[in-house]
């Protein structure tokens, strides 16, 4: 396997998986406009060689599919798949001791080698100017790292086997950081390092933090992965690249002797400053907020380092391949963690954490005259309180009967629930609970709701397949287009407050009346985008709606605090405290068309 970013560049480019951009680029804006251009065609890996403004060469779309993350990980994939799932399912090592026994001595050789003396990381001392300066959209608070790996120890038990290594962006420049001398890190507190930064605080002492960027593709891999308990990030990292992470201490600091760049400091936590705008995965900007300052110590660079880098943004990007990968490697993971689950889909196009589709079992109630959610209700509320699950705000959740159920076939899945719920009895709303921090349709910062939209039994109505009679008529909405059977895309009047849009929809509810075959209706800004294809569909519907405060009803009641309707009104209009979506620069686009033409670096490559 790689011992090095560079191995990987020329065995990419040797077997026809990566292309050098011999130009030169400018940072700002251009070489994400290309990475985005190219991902979108299933292109390969771009090697920037001329990167305006910097000595440094970057990568970019090296995860971009799933076959050229195979391709990279060839010798090692396997072996890796069968060591976690044992960690997943430890009984199955003790069944077959003697088929398992070269996992376990491969774990073993895996384990982080300590060096001495200085890494080839460390060849060079460099100023955070130095590095290629990325800003991947136009509203961005400066350049980030957008694939770091994140060193902490905790500081109560320091040591590399009681260490985190996570992937939290890294902003580099604006908003009031000094240049050079401190840089932002965006990090929640429940994750690894805002619990070794809690324990720092504790002891009166900054947490020393080291970033490493680049080396073996393994290691980038490994800041990502949720990996089950008691196999480290480090190890992992060794194992997928078929050697031991490699590493020593200097000032104090861990130091990846694999590493393309290693930025060294500390983080005081009284010390914050604003952190952001960012393009993030949901397609809007997460905003700016205070974050914690890292003080810059040291910042290395080895001999012809290469940094990698991705661009986020409305789903499908990278990160999508990146969820791919990780579900391949940790398999039925989740059947493990959560008893009772058959399968749980987070889906990429309502940018993962918005929208999750999950079967269950349900054993609860087999004699009951009446089939209805029992046990997916207890199963549900595993699956929300649930490591990355507990940041999505809808679940759609049923159980399989005689039919098999794929969450992958979006729309067979979602119809089988519309057919059966009962939505006077099968919505539970958590209210006042955590969501993703980067997802602003909440009450506020990591504010907001969730609702569990669970379905059993037998089919209770057919779906219309085409608009009802009744949208055409309605006063104040227009525009009605069918989005699949049994949801209807509506244009709203433009949000004022929730208030007005609680009255909006009595209204609507009183001029429809019962529709039966119609259990979902969504108002939004643009029926036409909405309703032309279901990706279109999922991102809106759902990055734009907070359950609590979005959720109407026709024909609703409220009863001993449960409420319910007949036909389910998600109101997906934007509203002013929504964070603005994405939108490339026009110029830019056209600026970058200097690449693509005949005789350019890129002048073969089929896009758009």
Sequence with gaps: MYQNMEECMKDLEKNGHLIRIKEEVDPHLEMAAIHLKVYEAGGPALLFENVKGSSY???????????????????????????????????????????????????????????????????????????????????????????PQVYSEDPEKPGIMNSNLGMYRVQLSGNDYEQDKEIGLHYQIHRGIGVH?????????????????????????????????????????????????????????????DADFVITGE?????????????????????????????????????????????????????TSFGAIIHEITGDAVKQEIPGVKEVHAIDAAGVHPLLFAIGSERYTPFEEVKRPAELLTIANRILGTGQLSLAKFLFITAEQETPLDTHREVDFLTHILERID????????????????????????????????????????????????????EGFKHPRLVMPGVV????PEFKDHD??????????????????????????????????????????????????????INSTYQNKHWGCDSMIIDARIKPHHAPPLIPDPTVEKNIERFFVKGASLGELNVK
């Design 57 to 147: 060469r970057a990568v970019s779309n090296l995860f971009g599919t799933v076959e050229r993350s195979k391709f990279i990980f060839r010798k090692t994939w396997d072996p890796v798949q069968n060591i976690v799932a044992l960690r997943n399912d430890p009984i199955q090592a003790m069944k077959h001791p003697f088929k398992n026994i070269g996992n376990g001595f491969s774990a073993i050789k895996a384990l982080p080698q300590k060096k001495r003396g200085k890494g080839p990381v460390q060849s060079k001392e460099i100023s955070i100017s130095d590095l290629p300066l990325i800003q991947s959209w136009p509203n961005d608070g400066g350049a980030f790292i957008t694939l």
């Design 197 to 257: 930064q809690a324990a720092a605080t504790k002891k009166g002492e900054p947490l020393k933090v080291s970033i490493f960027v680049g080396g073996p593709p393994s290691h980038t891999l490994s800041a990502v992965m949720p990996l089950p308990e008691g196999l480290s990030e480090m190890t992992f990292a060794g194992l997928l690249a078929g050697r031991r992470f490699q590493y020593s201490y200097e000032d104090g600091y861990c130091i990846s002797h």
């Design 267 to 319: 983080i005081h936590p009284e010390d914050t400053k604003p952190e952001g705008p960012f393009g993030d995965h949901l397609g809007y900007y997460s905003l700016t907020h205070e974050f914690p300052v890292m003080k810059v110590h040291k910042v290395y660079a080895k001999e012809k380092a290469i940094l990698p880098f991705t661009v986020v943004g409305r789903p499908p990007q990278e990160d």
């Design 423 to 474: 939505l006077q009895r099968d919505l539970h709303f958590q209210t006042k609970t955590t969501i993703d921090t980067l997802d602003y349709s909440g009450e506020g910062l990591n504010s907001g709701s969730k609702v569990v939209i669970a379905a059993y039994g037998d089919k209770k109505r057919d779906l219309c397949t085409e608009v009802p009679e009744a949208f055409h008529q309605l």
């Design 489 to 492: 895309a509506i244009e709203g």
């Design 500 to 553: 007005n849009a609680s009255k909006e929809f009595n209204a609507m509810s009183d001029a429809i009346g019962d529709i039966p075959s119609c259990p979902m209706i969504v108002v939004c800004d643009g029926s036409e985008f909405l309703s032309e294809n279901m990706s279109n569909f999922f991102w809106a519907t759902f990055t734009r709606s907070n359950p609590s405060h979005d959720i109407h009803g």
